[in-house]
Each structure stands twice: as C-alpha cells, then as structure tokens.
C-alpha cells in the first residue's frame, strides 16, 4: 500500500485548505483511512477518518463542524476539506490506511501504512 499526501499550504485563519491522500497498491474495500497531524513539540492526533466500504465518516474533536472527509473511488483518493482554519490547526498532516479498526479508529496504532506527510501552516 502507498499513500501520497499533498494540498497544504500557507493560509490565512479562516481560510480553506483541501488535502488529497492517493492509495495505491491494493483494493481499499474493506479499509480506513484516516488523516492524523502532529504540530512540533506535540502527539500525533486523529482528526478524521472514512470507510472505505459504506463511507462513513469520523471526526476528531478539532475537525467536527469544520472539516469534512470524502473518498473518490475511481481516483482511489480521500480527501480532507478544512474550512474556517485556525492558527492551532498548524502540523503536518498525514493520511494513513488500516485493513481494519479493532480498538479505536483514532488510535494511530490501527493504522499500519502511513503517506509523508503535508505541511499546513495557518498565520494569524
């Protein structure tokens, strides 16, 4: 499985940024795939994953009302849309993939392929 992350970018508080995450190397029907980011100095966090199967979307407490996750399955891409960025929506973005949640769908160890990584940086 590979993953390419990109979309980020410099922007101003209250834009908006759409990350793109490109899966290839196998069939995704039965997977997650999740964004995480992790800012300098900080943990890595979940902030939104989608099911490949049925298309249901999570969202981390930072994303909800803000951030919207989406797949297109001919391009075999997910997406993350981030409307209304903040300054603390700073990191670098990483989408990931997992064969299956058992635990916990934020939690990064479900994940087990893992795309380098978007810089977005937001200025206030």
């Known amino acids: 499985v590979q993953l390419q992350a990109f979309g980020g970018g410099l922007v101003q508080a209250g834009g908006s940024l759409r990350l793109s995450c490109a899966a290839s190397?196998?069939?995704?029907?039965?997977?997650?795939i999740g964004w995480f980011r992790q800012a300098p100095g900080e943990e890595r966090e979940f902030v939104a994953a989608?099911?490949?199967?049925?298309?249901?979307?999570y969202y981390g407490d930072s994303a909800k009302g803000r951030f919207t996750i989406s797949r297109d399955n001919a391009k075999n891409t997910v997406y993350l849309q981030m409307n209304r960025l903040r300054p603390e929506d700073t990191a670098i973005y990483y989408c990931?993939?997992?064969?299956?949640?058992?635990?916990?769908?934020?939690?990064?160890?479900?994940?087990?392929?893992w795309g380098q990584g978007t810089q977005v940086t937001v200025s206030s």
């Open positions: 990931a993939s997992s064969p299956g949640i058992v635990t916990g769908i934020t939690r990064s160890d479900e994940y087990d392929h």
């Open positions: 190397g196998r069939t995704f029907s039965s997977y997650y």
């Open positions: 989608i099911s490949w199967s049925d298309d249901s979307p």
